[in-house]
């Protein structure tokens, strides 16, 4: 696969807070890559520079091996947090509009039966539930034949049903070849989803690989996490444990064995809880915080 | 500049305004109200006194020299100019010009109140020469219309273009079109286009509505009446982008259109003529685009100006628009508060 964008050293701030410190990292073609991080991490940020609509403080940015340039901008899709439209406009009138700024604009017809928008072509945009709202604005993002298509944040206020649909219709632009650039602070999505994940904190990147290959590298075998209790645990080696958010958090291969040395240390179980290591531990590990914070 | 970009945002806007029904009947309905509210409170209100011009060298009148002129409840007027003077009585708003010296009197013969102040004139001048003109009466609500089809033109300008501008500003609307290949050239045009078509509509529409109602004076051209009311429409819209060129904020916006508009409302003569005001106040009212627009429109309609009469308001609207356009061009920012 090749490289379709390579960023090196962006860095973006705003008087005093550095919103974005210096990041660089590569994105493939056709692969879904996944900006994660709580609010205010500068997830939004970013992508706003990549999609050329915040100019950075420093850093460049690359597509397909080039600096970027005003026409790679405008062959961007883009899908935004917040995104309003002009108001009485229908989901058709608001497609065509659209359409009608690119020289080159994808078949509506095709577009609209990717998105499912049969139903509510003549519908005020504004009576939209979240889920159809969510599904115009992708089509919106996808009416200039993107190859790179960049989503902020895009099912954040949806319901799990509409998610879920969301995801399929993500995984169709990427069945297509398209490279996808989300951002989400929903584990279940970037795992569902990315090919790749970054993970940042306060505009720094804290992690960068595949979600598989990040969890192997940081944990093995299952999390046990119970009320911390003010002591401090004695374990083998090859466990590791944290505080936080009010909770001892233990990294464990031998779960029993984990178990027997808590209770012969005075530890009491109640409250304890075993499960497999998701993003969001990743990112407690990392950070001391949660990524849904 | 794409045609194609430019015509699919102008239609947008356009379909939006049309659209917005409360808007939309509120611009309509405001104005009408205003114009029929005129003809209701000053149609009727004839003072029972005469007005009469009296040509003379001096200033002031001297009631000494002449017993007409110590009649009472005639009000006399001084006129050095007997052109003026008989553009007035043509418009009825003199009843009666006498020359005292030359015995000679002039009169509207479609004016009843003319008829009667040149009875009592006779009684102490019965061989004086009688000169007639015709014209017809130039109302209150004749003369206050252009202001108040201006005034509304304002309001829609300044607001409709401003307020819409921030609130687009505020939402995102021009953040999701910046990340489109629209220009902020093609974008403004089709504002300001946009704009200009639904005033020119709403201000022709009422205009020939309330015509049919009140029947109004029309001396000049209506081709010159359209030119003036295109500029002075483009002067208003380009102050309202030049207000909203960068702000993000409804708040101060408002409070700078309201800081435009309130004046001009005031002091560009839609309600009552700012001549012998003081000159700083005319001064002032100068700077303003609608009292260039009312006082060419009225010019044209209750004098019969024609546009070569018009070169000063006409030049000045012109001049306002360059300014205020190249400004707001320089000042427009999509997104705002420095982002």
Redo the contacts between chains.
């Keep these: 696969m090749s490289t379709v964008l390579d960023v090196r050293g962006l860095t973006k701030k705003y008087a005093e807070l550095v919103a974005v410190n210096g990041i660089s990292f590569i994105v493939k073609q056709g692969s879904c890559f996944g900006l994660l991080g709580p609010n205010g991490a500068g997830k939004t940020t970013t992508i706003e520079m990549l999609?050329?609509?915040?100019q950075p403080d420093a850093g460049e940015i690359f597509y397909h091996g080039k600096p970027a340039s005003r026409a790679d901008?405008?062959q961007?899709g883009?899908q935004?947090q917040?995104?309003?439209?002009?108001?009485?406009?229908t989901v058709h009138?608001t497609l065509?509009?659209?359409a009608?700024?690119?020289?080159k604009p994808a078949d509506l017809a095709e577009l609209i039966q990717l998105c499912d928008l049969t139903e509510i072509l003549d519908r005020d945009h504004r009576k939209l539930s979240g889920g159809q709202r969510q599904r115009l604005l992708l089509a919106?993002a996808l009416v200039?034949e993107p190859q790179i298509i960049f989503l902020d944040e895009p099912t954040t206020g949806l319901d799990p049903h509409a998610r879920r649909n969301f995801w399929a219709l993500i995984e169709q632009v990427k069945a297509q070849g398209r490279t996808v650039i989300l951002t989400t602070h929903y584990m279940d999505e970037a795992e569902q989803l990315c090919d790749q994940i970054l993970i940042m904190d306060k505009g720094n990147i804290i992690a960068l690989d595949s979600p598989e290959a990040l969890l192997a590298q940081h944990f093995s075998g299952a999390l046990l996490r119970l009320p911390d209790q003010g002591q401090d645990p004695k374990l083998p080696d090859d466990a590791s444990w944290s505080r936080a958010g009010g909770y001892l958090q233990i990294n464990s291969r031998d779960i029993e064995q984990t178990i027997r040395l808590l209770q012969a240390q005075q530890f009491s179980l109640e409250g304890l809880f075993i499960k497999s290591a998701n993003l969001d531990d990743l990112f407690l590990k990392l950070t001391g915080h949660s990524l849904s914070a | 500049m794409n045609l194609k970009r430019f015509l699919a945002v102008f239609k947008a806007r356009n379909l939006e305004f049309w659209r917005d029904k409360s808007s939309l009947a509120w611009n309509f309905i405001f104005p009408v109200l205003l114009v029929a509210g005129f003809a209701v409170v000053f149609g009727n209100g004839n003072k029972a006194e005469f007005k009469v011009g009296v040509l003379q060298a001096a200033a002031s009148i001297d009631a000494t020299t002449h017993p007409f002129l110590q009649t009472r409840y005639l009000e006399f007027v001084p006129y050095i100019q007997t052109e003026t003077a008989l553009k007035k009585l043509q418009h009825h708003q003199l009843d009666l010009l006498v020359d005292l010296k030359a015995k000679q009197y002039w009169l509207n013969d479609s004016s009843a109140k003319g008829y009667l102040a040149e009875k009592l004139f006779l009684q102490l001048e019965p061989g004086a020469v009688k000169a007639t003109v015709t014209g017809r009466q130039i109302r209150y609500v004749d003369w206050a219309l252009p202001g108040i089809l201006g005034m509304n033109m304002m309001f829609s300008c300044l607001f409709g273009v401003g307020y819409v501008l921030v609130r687009y500003r505020k939402n995102s609307v021009l953040k999701r079109l910046q990340a489109t290949p629209l220009t902020a050239l093609e974008f403004i045009s089709a504002q300001v286009l946009s704009r200009l078509g639904i005033v020119l509509f709403i201000a022709g529409s009422i205009y020939l509505g309330c015509d049919l109602l009140f029947d109004f004076v029309m001396l000049g051209s209506y081709v010159d009446l359209l030119l003036v009311t295109i500029l002075g429409a483009m002067a208003m819209i380009s102050l309202g982008l030049l207000i909203a060129s960068r702000s993000r904020s409804e708040e101060l916006t408002g409070g700078l259109l309201n800081m435009a508009s309130w004046p001009m409302m005031i002091l560009s003569g839609v309600w009552f003529s700012l001549e012998g005001a003081p000159k700083a106040l005319q001064w002032f009212a100068d700077i303003l685009p609608l009292t260039h627009l009312v006082a060419a429109a009225r010019a044209i309609m209750t004098d019969g100006a024609t546009l070569s009469q018009l070169t000063y308001p006409l030049a000045v609207m012109v001049g306002m628009i360059v300014v205020f356009l190249s400004v707001a061009a320089m000042l427009f920012r999509w997104q705002g508060d420095g982002r």
């Design positions: 999609e050329g609509l915040v901008f405008q961007l883009v935004f917040q995104t309003a439209l002009q108001d009485y406009l009138e065509k509009l659209f009608a700024f690119y020289p919106l200039n």
